[in-house]
């Protein structure tokens, strides 16, 4: 599904950010970056979503077999990556509605059909317990952080990816908001078997809901140690220095 | 709904009778619609809204300069929606008396240099405007002089204007913001943004698949038409009009005459 080899990434002004970061995903798996603040994982994300803002030095980037590196970030996008981010902005005057009936129509050769469009935003405002009315309001436009996030899966639902990027998904959800939203993944993930999530996050907490497969430590740009949920919750009590994967150096940085 | 066709030649009415036009002067006595199609005309239109009447006004300006003026009685209402294309048309508003309020959303998509004077004048207490002026500027040198006066003695205001220009060029773009003030119980905001639309909301919008040319036409459409009241029948109007002026439609849903 994803393969990341030997990345090397810096930013417009040449501060490098990713250095030597590797990652594989099959198809269906779930796995987990963990790592400090300042590591590059929320710029990993952007990166796979090309954005212009990072240069990619070296390595690659594939996706079902092929380089995504040439692609521009709709073109990525159109191919079935999604990132549900950290801080979703909000766009006065373009309504939700509006909006992704224009990125299924992006998608498709053929026009939305409105009736099913609206059948199926119905039932995805009210699986994740979303009034109605705010599909027609612009998009996340005075929505507070939590609906925010919901906004993003339900997005997700809509939009139908195979790679789903999940940025600090759990920040800014109170809990029965964190698991209505983990149960909409989860759902989505038992009708696309195919589908992989990869987990950005600081706290085990959401891998209460989302079952890994795999969880990363990445530290200073690249993965330090890789293993199963068990990593997760042995970091949440003895930290990134009780682990040993980290200078004291490098955690004061 | 009634209309007013303002041309070059000069006026020609749709209008029910409770609306009275007097040379440049419409009298609104009863809360109505009003669809204002002014196509290459340069008026001076006064219109005068009654105690108690609400008024949903909308215009369309086609290569005009017009210049409407509003005077509105105690707790009347008014919500204009005012789109224009390549035209230079200007406001002002004189809130007369107690309780008047009004919402007026003023859009433009020109190429044309322009200076549009804008006042909004709050000569009573607890009167209300939210003024809202936006522009795409295709091309040329644009100004909004957008002043809010409350006078004195004039106590529970609210008197709030948002300006902002979207510069697709190296053209001069300007916005003088004036807010001047003359009583202390008053609530009153200005904001002002010249600039393009931001490279974090079109990364947003690619990252769900949005192409730059769909990105901006879907921003366009919001930034110029998304705070306004319009049935659908003439949003779908206004829409048609923002495509005709971009140019043919692309394969990918763009339009020819606007470059991200």
């Keep these: ?253 | 709904m009634n209309k007013l066709l303002l041309t070059r030649d000069g006026k020609k009415q749709e209008m029910d009778s409770n609306l009275i036009l007097e040379e440049n002067t419409v009298i609104i006595n009863e809360t109505t619609f009003l669809f204002i199609d002014a196509r290459d005309s340069q008026e001076n239109l006064t219109l005068v809204i009654a105690p108690e009447v609400e008024l949903q006004l909308s215009i369309l300006g086609f290569q005009s300069a017009n210049h409407f003026s509003f005077l509105l009685k105690k707790d009347a209402r008014v919500s204009v929606s005012h789109f224009g294309i390549d035209s230079c048309d200007s406001y002002q508003v004189v809130l007369q008396e107690e309780g008047a309020k009004i919402r007026y959303c003023y859009s433009s998509l020109t190429r044309n240099s322009a200076v549009i004077p804008i006042e909004i004048k709050h000569m009573a207490q607890h009167t209300e405007s939210e003024i809202s002026n936006h522009c795409f500027q295709v091309a040329g040198d644009y100004t909004f002089d957008v002043t809010g006066i409350v006078l004195k003695n004039c106590a529970g205001c609210i008197c709030n204007q948002e300006n902002q220009i979207i510069n697709l060029t190296h053209g001069k773009s300007k916005i003088h913001p004036n807010l001047l003030i003359d009583h202390y119980d008053v609530v009153a905001n200005h904001s002002a943004y010249v600039g393009k639309f931001s490279k974090e909301v079109l990364f947003y919008l690619a990252s769900r698949g949005l192409n730059p040319k769909e990105s901006y036409v879907l921003l366009l459409t919001g930034f110029l038409l998304g705070k306004m009241s319009l049935s659908d029948e003439l949003k779908g109007r206004f829409e048609n009009k923002i495509q005709e002026y971009g140019g043919e439609r692309n394969e990918s849903g763009g339009f020819s005459n606007f470059t991200a």
């Excluded at chain 1, 191919?79 to 509605?97: D, T, Y």
């Excluded at chain 1, 200073?220 to 994967?245: P, Q």
């Design chain 1, 1 to 253: 599904m994803l393969e990341i080899k030997d990345l090397f990434v810096e930013t417009l002004d040449h501060k490098e950010i990713l250095k030597g970061f590797s990652l594989a995903m099959k198809p269906g798996e779930i796995h987990v970056i963990m790592g400090p603040n300042g590591t590059g994982k929320s710029t990993l994300s952007k990166v796979i979503l090309r954005n212009p803002d990072y240069v990619v030095k070296k390595g690659d980037i594939l996706y079902q077999g092929e380089s995504i590196l040439p692609l521009s970030t709709d073109e990525v996008a159109r191919r079935g990556i999604f990132l549900a981010m950290q801080n979703p902005i909000s766009i006065e005057g373009v309504s939700n509605s509006e909006f992704l009936r224009t990125a299924l129509n992006a998608r498709s050769q053929n026009k939305v059909n409105i009736y099913l469009f609206m059948k199926e935003m119905e039932q995805a405002f009210q699986d994740l317990a979303m009034p109605k009315e705010m599909m027609h309001r612009s998009i996340n436009q005075d929505f507070s952080g939590g609906e925010r996030k919901k906004n993003e899966i339900l997005q997700m639902k809509l939009l139908k990816p195979q790679l789903i990027l999940l940025d600090e998904l759990d920040s800014g959800l109170d809990i029965d908001s964190l698991k209505i939203v983990c149960q909409n993944i989860n759902d989505y993930l038992m009708e696309h078997e195919e589908a992989s999530l990869l987990i950005i996050t600081h706290y085990p907490r959401i891998l209460d809901y989302l079952h890994p497969d795999v969880v990363h430590i990445m530290i200073d740009g690249r993965v330090v140690k890789s293993g199963d949920i068990s990593l997760a919750y042995e970091l949440e009590k003895n930290g990134y220095h009780g682990m040993n994967v980290v200078s004291e150096e490098e955690i004061h940085e």
